[in-house]
T-cell receptor, first 116, second 112 residues
């Protein structure tokens, strides 16, 4: 595809349920990021994947959050036993994985999660 | 740790007015600096970037200059349009780091 896609675009769930969010990065991009964007807040880093290296999970807020990525393809972010505080827009971004801090990230449109 | 501070919004302007959105940062070393724009219902898009001191990034009439002495990267546009209404995020990435730090975003509303 031409850009990063995410699904679903909106998800409403009940407190305590599990949810799974999907991200399709730009083909060929080795790096993939997940962020959380709460209303009126900046982007909060969650997790980073680079190729086949072990992911950087340092931003995950609790053990209810997990993410997987197979190779350089699709990634899924799973939130178990959702809480109302998990309500936010979850953004995915991919990049070519160039080192040195100048790499451009391309963002998906996000998944808006609402926990009732 | 690294941090980015942006002016709080919303910033409300009339069409053709001059725009400044302030951004200051703290970082170790010499970071790269970015401005992203998020239009309603869309993901973030890179607007412009600068990778070293005194560099000026520019795109779509927007520009920002990397000022090391004042640790700032203020976004400017000489004449805004209604279509510029969006949320603008300032961000940095420290050299060698793969995780950027974002500001809270500044909402811009442009009236006809």
């Amino acid at each position: 595809g031409a850009g990063v896609s995410q699904s679903p675009s909106n998800k409403v769930t009940e407190k305590g349920k599990d949810v799974e969010l999907r991200c399709d990065p730009i083909s060929g991009h080795t790096a993939l990021y997940w962020y959380r964007q709460r209303l009126g807040q900046g982007l909060e880093f969650l997790i980073y994947f680079q190729g086949n290296s072990a992911p950087d999970k340092s931003g995950l807020p609790s053990d209810r959050f997990s993410a997987e990525r197979t190779g350089e393809s699709v990634s899924t972010l799973t939130i178990q036993r959702t809480q109302q505080e998990d309500s936010a827009v979850y953004l995915c971004a991919s990049s070519g994985g160039v080192a040195g801090g100048t790499d451009t990230q391309y963002f998906g449109p996000g998944t808006r999660l609402t926990v009732l | 740790g690294d941090s980015v501070t942006q002016m709080e919004g919303p910033v409300t302007l009339s069409e053709e007015a001059f725009l400044t959105i302030n951004c200051t940062y703290t970082a170790t070393g010499y970071p790269s600096l970015f401005w992203y724009v998020q239009y309603p219902g869309e993901g973030l898009q890179l607007l412009l970037k600068a990778t070293k001191a005194d560099d000026k990034g520019s795109n779509k009439g927007f520009e920002a200059t990397y000022r090391k002495e004042t640790t700032s990267f203020h976004l400017e546009k000489g004449s805004v349009q209604v279509s510029d209404s969006a949320v603008y995020f300032c961000a940095l990435r420290s050299g060698g780091s793969y995780i950027p730090t974002f500001g809270r975003g500044t909402s811009l509303i442009v009236h006809p």
